[in-house]
């Protein structure tokens, strides 16, 4: 069985989806690796930490493997270079992108979406969203804070006191409760909020204040998945106006709210954008899928009166050698899953939920129900 590594071809992307460490295990599942060269650069790990793992480096790692292993979709042109019926590992992105899983299937490849892994506790230590989203939640905090031109813990001092900054996140799955984290131990002052109520004893575990709208339509707001419902007109109304007063008093806002499948709800608009002191500072978590906040710009630091709204992109890229361990790891999780240790052979289990629920091409078709085309 041979197992490759490939280097991103998006330039912007650091990571990479197989680590020294992952090699090893690989191997020891009894895989031949090979990795593309240059593949784990960005991340700090260069091709002889692969080699003295026990990997080849060849650029045409993925041209006979079974397995690909990638951060990102792979495009057509990579396409071309990988044998039918290899299984493909990677952040696929697959909502509103019809026509790249149309290639994928055409490829005849069986292409595996990470983030559609169930939220079950088997498959934790597979959750690729958890373990990218945890490390941009910290890092939002900490490009918050090299934005600010003010510290962020309240300091006493013979010239005078510097007061605590005041720390505002919204949404708060596993991004948002790392951002509470980061910036309580910062010394910020923090509050959050969220549409599902089962957050509210979370916040408070981390020595932050919820902040939220807690009506009859609040106690129904979250899925069997733990996931966010869209919202009524009517709520968001509600929301707004709440967190409109809130936000006028703090002086970091970081937005991380998602609904899956759907774009970004709009929590912070250009008023209370300006109704923020000069100097305050908003992350935008979301700004990939559209973004939480009004005149956010996808990659830039954009400054309205005063205010810095902060749009990177790839959050927890800007982390690349952590995340693309963590990754890595999610990644060699789900590979036990497929082969059998036994006989050290490919073995999918089909009827497996992990299997059911990330699997999005197979045998030239789009086969997952969320994306399959709809027949009349
Ligand atoms: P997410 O990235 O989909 O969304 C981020 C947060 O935004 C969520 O908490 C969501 O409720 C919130 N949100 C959506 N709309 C909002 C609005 N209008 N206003 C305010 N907040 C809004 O969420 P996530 O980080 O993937 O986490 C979702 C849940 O799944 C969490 O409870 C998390 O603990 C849970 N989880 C479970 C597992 C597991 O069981 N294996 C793994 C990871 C996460």
């Given at each position: 069985m041979k197992i490759a590594i490939c280097a991103e071809a998006d330039a912007a992307e650091p990571r990479v989806a197989g680590t020294p460490e992952t090699v090893k295990k690989m191997k020891a599942l009894g895989a031949d690796v090979a990795v593309e060269p240059g593949a784990g650069?960005?991340?700090?790990i260069l091709d002889a930490d692969y080699e003295a793992a026990g990997a080849t480096i060849s650029r045409d790692a993925a041209r006979?493997?079974?397995?690909?292993?990638?951060?990102?979709?792979?495009?057509?042109?990579?396409?071309?270079?990988?044998?039918?019926?290899?299984?493909?590992?990677?952040?696929?992105?697959?909502?509103?992108h019809e026509a790249a899983l149309a290639a994928l299937a055409r490829a005849g490849v069986t292409a595996f979406a990470m983030e559609l892994m169930p939220r079950i506790t088997r498959a934790q230590v597979m959750d690729v969203l958890s373990s990218q989203a945890n490390l941009a939640?910290?890092?939002?905090?900490?490009?918050?804070?090299?934005?600010?031109?003010?510290?962020f813990p309240m300091m006493m001092t013979p010239a005078g006191t510097v007061p605590a900054a005041k720390a505002f996140i919204m949404g708060v799955g596993v991004a948002g409760l790392q951002a509470i984290a980061t910036a309580r131990r910062l010394g910020a002052i923090v509050t959050a909020t969220d549409v599902r109520p089962a957050v509210k004893e979370q916040v408070a575990s981390l020595g932050a204040k919820f902040i939220?709208?807690?009506?009859?339509?609040?106690?129904?707001?979250?899925?069997?998945?733990?996931?966010?419902?869209?919202?009524?007109?009517?709520?968001?109304?509600?929301?707004?106006?709440?967190?409109?007063?809130?936000?006028?008093?703090?002086?970091?806002?970081?937005?991380?709210?998602?609904?899956?499948?759907?774009?970004?709800?709009?929590?912070?608009?250009?008023?209370?954008?300006?109704?923020?002191?000069?100097?305050?500072?908003?992350?935008?978590?979301?700004?990939?899928?559209?973004?939480?906040?009004?005149?956010v710009k996808p990659g830039e630091v954009v400054e309205v009166n005063g205010v810095k709204i902060v749009g990177h992109l790839n959050v927890a890229g800007r982390l690349a050698a952590s995340s693309s361990?963590?990754?890595?790891?999610?990644?060699?999780?789900?590979?036990?899953?497929?082969?059998?240790k036994k006989t050290k052979e490919l073995a999918l289990n089909w009827e497996d939920e992990i299997l059911k629920a990330t699997c999005l091409t197979r045998d030239g078709a789009v086969v997952h129900p969320n994306f399959a085309p709809k027949t009349a």
């Open positions: 650069l960005k991340s700090g006979d493997a079974d397995i690909v292993l990638k951060v990102r979709r792979p495009n057509e042109m990579e396409l071309t270079g990988y044998k039918k019926g290899a299984l493909v590992v990677a952040i696929m992105d697959p909502y509103g939640g910290y890092r939002a905090v900490i490009d918050a804070s090299a934005e600010y031109g003010r510290a939220a709208v807690e009506d009859e339509e609040f106690k129904q707001a979250e899925t069997a998945g733990g996931y966010a419902k869209e919202m009524s007109k009517e709520y968001q109304a509600k929301q707004a106006a709440l967190v409109a007063d809130h936000v006028k008093k703090q002086d970091i806002v970081i937005t991380t709210a998602l609904i899956p499948g759907r774009p970004a709800p709009r929590l912070i608009t250009a008023e209370m954008v300006a109704s923020m002191k000069p100097g305050s500072v908003i992350v935008d978590l979301a700004v990939e899928r559209g973004g939480n906040v009004e005149g361990a963590l990754y890595a790891k999610n990644l060699y999780a789900f590979l036990e899953v497929l082969i059998d």
